[in-house]
C-alpha cells in the first residue's frame, strides 16, 4: 500500500477531555453543567488543542469553565465514540474528585457558555444527559469505585 494511501485511511479523531466532580456531602452525586448552546447538560470539559495532552486539556477547560485549579486525579473512562456528523472521536473523563460546599461555592461560571452547575444523581442521569454520555458518566462513577479505568465504545464495554 502506498504511503499516502495508507495516511488516507488512518483515523484522526476529535478528542475531548472532561472531569466528574463528587459532591463531598453525598459522593453518589457528581457534578454536571448546562451549557447555553445545547439543550442537555454536560460535564465539565471540552475539546484538546493541538499539541495538547487530554490531561492539560481537561484542567483547562475546567479552569475556563468553572474557575476551580483543583488536582485533577487519574483516568476514570477513555471512550470511542464516532459520530457520522464530526467523525471518530476519543473521550476521556478524569476523577475530579470531591468538592466541599465552599469549593462549590466558588465556582465562577464561563457566562458565555454555562447557565449552571448542580449535583445530580445517577439516577437524573438519564434524563439529563444525552445517551451516550450518561452511560459513560454511570461507567465512570463505577471504575472509581472500583480503583480501574474502563474502555467504552459509544459509553458502553464492547462487544465480545
Known amino acids: 500500500m502506498a504511503e499516502n494511501e495508507h495516511e488516507q485511511r488512518m483515523s484522526r479523531p476529535r478528542m475531548a ?3 466528574l466532580f463528587f459532591d463531598s456531602r ?6 454536571l453543567v448546562r451549557p447555553s448552546y445545547k439543550p442537555k447538560w454536560e ?26 485549579t ?4 487519574q483516568l476514570l473512562v477513555i471512550d470511542w465514540a ?3 456528523a464530526e467523525g471518530d472521536k476519543v473521550l476521556y473523563v478524569f ?35 444525552i445517551p451516550r454520555l450518561a452511560r459513560r458518566v454511570k461507567h465512570a462513577m463505577a471504575s472509581r469505585h472500583q480503583g480501574h479505568p474502563a474502555y467504552l465504545e459509544h459509553g458502553a464495554f464492547p462487544s465480545r
Open 95 to 129: 476523577d475530579g474528585g470531591e468538592l466541599t460546599p465552599d469549593a462549590t461555592a466558588s465556582i465562577k461560571l464561563d457566562s458565555d457558555e454555562l447557565l449552571a452547575a448542580e449535583f445530580h444523581s445517577a439516577e437524573d442521569l438519564d434524563q439529563l444527559l
Open 70 to 73: 483543583p488536582a485533577i486525579g
Open 43 to 68: 460535564i465539565p470539559g471540552g475539546y484538546v488543542e493541538t499539541g495538547e495532552s487530554p490531561l492539560a486539556a481537561c484542567r483547562r477547560e475546567v479552569e475556563e469553565e468553572l474557575g476551580l
Open 82 to 84: 464516532p459520530s457520522p
Open 26 to 31: 453525598d459522593p453518589s452525586r457528581v457534578l
Open 17 to 19: 477531555a472532561g472531569a
